[in-house]
């Protein structure tokens, strides 16, 4: 048996010569959410629950017969890089479990087009491009909220501010009236940069401007006018 994780495609010759085939982890609950980013794009979609799942290499891209998942809650100010950090260690442990009873010959396998009926719709987690990145502030706070916590901390949402490029890491939502446009902003000069949203406002806590080190956002306030 072979084991691989985070790896770019290997030849079928290698993937297919152990007589037990080839284990790989995921960060889903497969058939969901295939593909290069599931961690970014189930947080970035708003999902209340991901998870971890152990399959068997077969050509088409995490299509493999499912061996063993683990279900996982994402908190709701849980951001991209905490999940992850939550999900390797949880990902290994199934890996050992799924290793222990193959080896007893315990496990199942299941075939992810049985569980692929008309009602289910996949959704996808393709590579993060620079669009994906980009702060649409016509869009509702909450998925603004998603969008920042999905991307940090790499490769981070961001916005430009005048000429400049930030970076946001870490917010918050304010669901009310917004008194002003979309990406129009307020500010005390001191502690509080608000952003306009459709139906609302995105309050910066954590952020990095173009050429500078990531920073609160007080730190950023005193040396930068907004």
Sequence with gaps: MQVVVAFRMLPEVVWNMPPMGTINVHGSLLPQYRGAAPINWAIINGEKETGVTTFKLQHEIDTGNILLQKAIAIREDETAGELHDRMKDIGAALLVDTLKKMEEGGIEETVQSKIMDGTIQLKHAPKIFTDTCRID???PVDEIYNLI??????????????????????????????SIPPGAYKTDGKNVLRFAAQDGYIEVLELQLEGKKRMMVDAFLRGYKV
Excluded: E, H
């Design 137 to 139: 502030w016509n869009k």
């Design 149 to 178: 916590r999905g991307l940090s901390p790499y490769p981070g949402a961001f916005m430009l501010l005048g000429d400049k490029t930030i970076k946001i890491f870490s917010a918050k939502k304010i669901v009310t009236s917004p």
